[in-house]
């Protein structure tokens, strides 16, 4: 039998994970005997930069936030895969330099469509 396929191989990473999982509990144990247990009404306010509460938190905000918020996540990890071709690209050749250029076109699509159905137009 090969000796990469027992169940002895995995041994040290369930040691590792006992060690990881006891050291959390551990921490998470010694932080709640530890720590203050003085509860007060002031100190279970909700604290937001030394300036005080005013109203209600619970109003509706505008979507065009999160779509916005949403849309650069998204645009910005698709920027990411340009790395490994900054690195690779005397190796990838032509071949790797038309997949880029594909990339990007089917990314300038996106762009456009999101353009287009107005997604980032602010007026109400």
């Given at each position: 039998?090969?000796?990469?396929?027992?169940?002895?191989?995995?041994?040290p990473?369930?040691?590792?994970?006992l060690f990881?999982?006891g050291?959390v509990?551990?921490?998470?144990g010694?932080?709640?005997?530890?720590?203050?247990k003085r509860?007060?009404?002031?100190k279970?306010?909700?604290?937001?930069?030394?300036?005080?509460?005013?109203g209600?938190?619970?109003?509706?905000m505008a979507?065009?936030?999160?779509?916005?918020?949403?849309?650069?996540?998204?645009?910005?990890?698709?920027v990411?895969?340009f790395?490994?071709?900054?690195?690779n690209?005397r190796?990838?050749?032509?071949?790797?330099?038309?997949?880029?250029l594909?990339?990007?076109?089917?990314?300038?699509?996106g762009?456009?469509?999101?353009i287009?159905?107005?997604?980032?137009?602010?007026?109400?």
């Open positions: 039998m090969d000796a990469l396929n027992t169940s002895s191989s995995y041994f990473i369930g040691v590792q994970l990881a999982l050291f509990v551990l921490v998470l010694a932080t709640h005997l530890l720590g203050p509860k007060t009404a002031e279970l306010q909700n604290f937001e930069s030394g300036i005080e509460s005013v209600n938190a619970r109003h509706p979507i065009k936030y999160f779509l916005v918020a949403i849309l650069f996540v998204l645009f910005d990890v698709e990411i895969f790395y490994p071709y900054a690195v690209f190796e990838l050749g032509w071949s790797g330099f038309s997949e880029v594909l990339f990007v076109a089917l990314f300038l699509v762009f456009l469509y999101i287009k159905k107005g997604a980032l137009r602010w007026e109400d």
